[in-house]
Structure formats: structure tokens, C-alpha cells
């Protein structure tokens, strides 16, 4: 039997009343919109003949001839002029009891990129997606992006009018040249010319139909100059950053970004990053079968396909950059484009479906890049050899981005454990391992979902859809936002109030200089920002940014915003954006490592209790 409080829980659920008196037979329109919306988002759940009530509660009163609906539900789902395909399964349809009438329950499955956008009423600009409130239309940039996708005409394929062989940097392309010599110094390509290499690997093509020859998208792209680049693709960006210091207001330091100082195209970029990215890991000493020392790891297998894959699937006519950070405990790679095969898919290495396969093609040729589909199973081996966190991806379907965030911190670590077991005490050391690393998961990163756990635990959506729902009802976490912002946090105990823990106050004592800036916490922390620098900005944003920020991140975020001045606990969570009882708990840590220090240390009690990052000169004070 379907549970549907669980299929609410753990998906992006959505309830309707179906049409006609009293749900008699009718499929009601904004059925279809939701279902567009969530074919061309990350899919979900819509119950017909269920409603939701004032208190967030469901209703379900049923359908009273709900085979009727369901028929007419599957004729309208095959009428193109209704809706543009048919993304759902004959299992993707169940009924479940209601009060009066049968609630019929349609699993909305991600739809394939080639049938995006899923439209309605015959118009490709009648497309909709999901955000945290409900459906919203496409926008145009958005259908026409989809509609790029959609088409098996690759990317990187098309030839340039205008440009030729004086756009390429010879230095780079004598580069990648060497590269694939050495690998394979008899490879066919070798034995031609230049032109005849470059219409080899597909860097120059000419048009058998129309006769038009000239330099590809992924040969300008790879081999190009920043001038030549940039006249093509004005909003071309490369940039990363190294912040590994421990002082948050540090903004970077190392950097590598077009800025007309080196060549700017991909392949020089890769060659100039992939060193540095490395740099740090450690390599033991260890010899192969001809007695060479061996100096690369999983570890370093895993951030080269990391970074080739960032550069081969990015949409470089998107209006956003490729950003990689290199942290302290982490790596995070943003690149535009979301993901044109499903994360499972991903996963598994069942499908390699690259946005420019011609330079997924130079990458391998040059020894960079395994064969395809094979790139994210060998991330997370190697992160799971390690014992390090499980790899997080997340898509930002608003921005047209997909984000790579690559942990070294450890998947079960102690401090966490311990704080679980402090929190829980037997009830957490009770449960099945499943519930128990998605609880390490949700403590350790702030918040969870379904989608993020789909990334931890190799289990089914479903599974853990009840998964969730059974850890909300258990006390385990708390579920915030509804539809597709749905999130998950570490149900934590509210401290009783002691003279220890008094010290954080009341978000209504120390409300008085948060009030100016209104009641909304997004607009109070923007309202903050304005008079930070921009190290201490770009701290709070990572949080206020990510549902999922670590410890490490909130830490710097509460220092960088407390260097200068004391803040109080309604400054503080106005610009964090996070609950009071969250942010006491960074701030007594804090406290207790002596990072920070109490404006009234002597009455911790004080109603006007605030906070400031600990100085050189407080240890003498």
C-alpha cells in the first residue's frame, strides 16, 4: 500500500483536487502544468483527489469514480496538442484509499533530454519547472536551452564563420601536439599535416552539404586565443581560486582567470589548474612493475576526471563562468550547464552524454579523461577508498548550473558521532546503518534531501523517500520548506536555559538593532552585508547560499561577520539564516575553542549579550 505521508516526505509532492463536482471525472488543468513543471525539473510526486490543508496537513478525500480520471488522465497524456510527451510508465500511476473515492498518486519521472521541454497546449513556451514556490514558467532563455539540448547535434561541433587557423594559440596547440605524441607516437592523425590533423580531431570540419569550412566550436574552444574566444563567447569565464588559510576575510590565495596574461583557452587553463589542484595531496611512496616511482592516487585520478568533466559539459554560451575552488577540506567545481543524463545514470556509468564530445575527445587523445561513463564511478571510489565524505552534486536549474562539492572530511566523523550520541543516546545507536549515516549526514552538512541521499546511500528513491519519513516521525529530523525546497535537519534537542548556556541570550532580547532591517531574515543579512568587506560578504553568502553548509564554512561566516564589531544572536541569525538553536550551538563551540570573545564576559546573562572574533591582544586583557 502506497504511504503517502512518506511519498510527501521524501519527495517533491503536490496535492490537487481533481475537477468536475464533487471529483467526478476530471483531470484538473493545472495538472498538467505541474507535470511539465517537474518532467523538466528533477521530477516528483502529484496526488489527484488530495488536498492540502491551512496547518500543512493532507486531506484525502478521494475520487469518487477514480478509474474515470485515470482513463482520462492517459488520453490526455498521449494528445500532443494537450501536452508535447508522454514522460510516465503504466507503474508510474497507483491509487491509494480515500475517505470517499480512490486518491490517484503519479510518479513524475525526470524527463530525458531529448523529449525537454515538456510543453502544454502545443506551444514550446508553455514549459514550466519547479522552484521552492510551485511551478513557474519558463522563461525564453530557458526553452531555448532545453531545446539546444535536446538536439544531438553536438555543441562543440559547429563550424565558426569568420574565423581559421590565426584565431589558435601555437603554444597550446604544439602542447596538446607533444602530449598525444608521446602517448601514442604512431597514431594515424600524426602522419598528415596540421590541417589534416586539426580535420582529424575535429578542431576544423567542413560542411559536406554546404561547403562551408572553417575552425569548430570545441578547436576555438580548446586551442584558441582569449581575443578570438572572447568575440565568440562574451561571457567565456575561467577562474579558480585557492583559499586553503584559515583566515576567513582571505578571499584567495592563488588565483588563475582570463585576464590576458596566458592564452585563455580550456586546455591551457587545465594544464595550469590540474598542478595546483593537487599540489597538497599526499602521495605514499610506492613503486609499479619497473620499479618507477608510482606519484599519482585514486585521489588524484579523481579530481583530473573532475576537472575534465567540469570543462567538457560546461555551456560555454550560458552567461556564468566555470568557477574552481580549492579550500581548506574541500574542492568545489561550478560549471554552466546542468546535467543531460540522470545522477543514477551518472553513477552507475551507464551513459556518457557530454555537452561537447569533440573536446571530451582532445582530452582523451592528449591522456586526460578515462573512456566514456567511467568518470563519475571513479570519483566516488576513489572518495569512498579515502573514507572521505560522499561527493555532493546539486543542479540550479534558475541559474542553469551544476555544482561538484568534493569533502576530505571524514564520512563518519567522531565529533559528529559523538554529538549524534549525545543528542539520541541509544535510540541513535539502535538504528539500521542507512538511518544512522543519513543522520551523520544531515549533522555533518546541515541539511539533507532526497536527492542529496540518493548521493550517500546506494539505495532505490523510493526507499529512501520512507526513509526520511520514518526518521521525521521517529524524532530524528525536522522537515523544512514544501514542494521542491524540501530539506532536512538534525532534529537537536533545545538546550534548557543554564548560566553556561544563557550567554547566547534570546533572539527577543537582542533584537533591538536587527529591527531595522526588517522581519524577513534574507533581507536583515543583506542588510548586514552592506557594511562588511568583501571577504566577510562572500563568507556569509556561502551560507545563506547552501542549505548544506558545513561547520568549517558556518565557523568562518560567524567570525568574518564578528571580526570588527560585537554582534548580538539576532544579528547573527539574520545574516546566517539559520535558526536560533543552530547557531547557539557554532557559537558556544566557538566560545570554548576561544575564537570568540563576549562583550559582557562577566555576566553572561546579559540581555545585551554580543560577540566578537578573538584578537591577539585579548589573551593579555
Not at 216 to 236: C, K, N, Q, S
Not at 509 to 532: E, I, K, N, Y
Not at 544 to 561: E, I, K, N, Q
Request: glycine share 8%; hydrophobic share 40%; net charge neutral.
Amino acid at each position: 500500500m502506497l504511504d503517502l505521508a512518506a511519498l510527501r516526505e521524501g519527495w517533491d509532492f503536490e496535492a490537487k483536487r481533481a475537477a468536475g463536482a464533487h471529483g467526478r471525472g476530471e483531470v484538473p488543468r493545472s495538472f498538467f502544468e505541474t507535470y511539465s513543471a517537474m518532467a523538466n525539473t528533477e521530477g516528483g510526486v502529484i496526488a489527484l483527489g488530495a488536498e492540502e490543508r491551512p496547518d500543512g496537513s493532507l486531506d484525502l478525500p478521494g475520487l469518487v469514480d477514480a478509474a474515470k480520471v485515470e482513463q482520462e488522465l492517459w488520453n490526455l497524456l498521449d494528445n500532443r496538442q494537450k501536452v508535447s510527451a508522454n514522460v510516465l510508465s503504466r507503474s508510474a500511476v497507483n491509487v491509494a484509499p480515500g475517505s470517499r473515492g480512490g486518491v490517484i498518486v503519479v510518479t513524475v519521472p525526470r524527463a530525458d533530454r531529448r523529449s525537454r521541454p515538456v510543453y502544454v497546449n502545443g506551444n514550446p513556451y508553455n514549459a514550466y519547472r519547479r522552484s521552492r514556490e510551485g511551478d513557474r514558467r519558463c522563461a525564453e532563455h530557458e526553452v531555448r536551452r532545453m531545446l539546444a539540448d535536446a538536439s544531438d547535434d553536438a555543441a562543440d561541433g559547429s563550424i565558426l564563420v569568420g574565423y581559421d587557423v590565426g584565431d589558435l594559440d601555437r603554444g597550446t596547440l604544439d602542447t596538446w601536439r607533444n602530449l598525444f605524441r608521446a602517448r601514442q607516437p604512431d597514431h594515424p592523425f600524426l602522419a598528415g599535416d596540421e590541417p589534416s590533423l586539426l580535420a582529424q580531431i575535429g578542431a576544423w570540419r567542413r560542411d559536406r552539404a554546404t561547403g562551408e569550412a572553417g575552425l569548430t566550436v570545441a578547436g576555438l574552444l580548446m586551442f584558441g586565443t582569449e581575443r578570438a574566444i572572447l568575440d565568440r563567447f562574451p561571457h567565456y569565464q575561467l577562474d579558480y581560486r585557492e583559499m586553503v588559510g584559515d583566515d576567513p576575510g582571505e578571499r584567495w590565495q592563488d588565483r588563475v582567470t582570463v585576464d590576458g596574461t596566458w592564452a585563455g583557452n580550456v586546455f591551457s587553463f587545465f594544464r595550469r589548474v590540474f598542478p595546483k589542484v593537487t599540489a597538497d595531496l599526499k602521495v605514499p611512496f610506492r613503486l609499479d612493475a619497473e620499479l618507477k616511482r608510482i606519484d599519482t592516487t585514486p585521489a588524484h585520478e579523481a579530481l583530473r576526471e573532475a576537472l575534465v568533466n567540469a570543462l567538457i559539459h560546461a555551456d560555454y554560451t550560458g552567461t556564468r563562468g566555470i568557477r574552481i575552488f580549492k579550500k581548506r577540506t574541500a574542492f568545489e567545481l561550478v560549471n554552466p550547464g546542468t546535467l543531460r543524463v540522470r545522477w543514477e545514470d551518472a553513477r552507475a556509468g551507464n551513459a556518457s552524454d557530454p555537452r561537447n564530445p569533440t573536446m571530451q575527445k582532445l582530452f582523451q587523445l592528449a591522456g586526460f579523461g578515462d573512456r566514456a561513463g567511467s568518470g563519475v564511478p571513479r570519483i566516488l571510489q576513489a572518495w569512498r577508498e579515502q573514507h572521505w565524505r560522499t561527493p555532493m552534486l546539486t543542479e540550479d536549474f534558475d541559474v542553469n548550473e551544476t555544482r561538484l562539492l568534493l569533502s576530505m572530511e571524514s564520512l563518519l566523523p567522531e565529533a559528529v558521532v559523538a554529538e549524534l550520541d549525545g543528542c539520541f543516546g541509544e535510540r541513535f545507536r539502535a538504528l539500521p546503518e542507512a538511518k544512522r549515516h543519513a543522520l551523520v549526514a544531515a549533522a555533518a552538512e546541515g541539511r539533507i534531501n532526497n536527492a542529496r541521499l540518493r548521493q550517500v546511500l546506494d539505495l532505490h528513491p523510493r526507499d529512501l523517500t520512507y526513509l526520511l519519513g520514518d526518521l521525521v516521525r521517529e524524532g530524528f529530523l525536522v522537515p523544512h520548506g514544501e514542494r521542491s525546497g524540501r530539506s532536512y535537519s538534525l532534529a537537536r534537542p533545545e538546550p534548557e536555559a543554564s548560566s553556561s548556556d544563557q550567554s547566547f541570550g534570546s533572539s527577543d532580547q537582542s533584537s533591538s538593532r536587527s529591527a531595522q532591517f526588517g522581519a524577513d531574515p534574507v533581507q536583515a543579512g543583506l542588510g548586514f552585508a552592506r557594511t562588511l568587506d568583501m571577504g566577510a560578504e562572500d563568507a556569509l553568502m556561502k551560507v545563506r547560499s547552501s542549505a548544506w553548509a558545513t561547520g568549517p564554512t558556518v565557523d568562518a561566516a560567524v567570525l568574518a561577520f564578528c571580526r570588527d564589531e560585537y554582534r548580538t544572536l539576532a544579528e547573527l541569525v539574520a545574516a546566517l539564516d539559520r535558526k536560533p538553536v543552530s547557531v547557539r550551538r557554532y557559537l558556544r563551540d566557538l566560545l570554548a575553542r576561544g575564537e570568540l570573545v563576549l562583550l559582557h564576559p562577566a555576566s553572561p546573562t546579559h540581555p545585551q549579550q554580543a560577540y566578537r572574533a578573538a584578537r591577539a591582544e585579548d589573551s593579555h586583557e
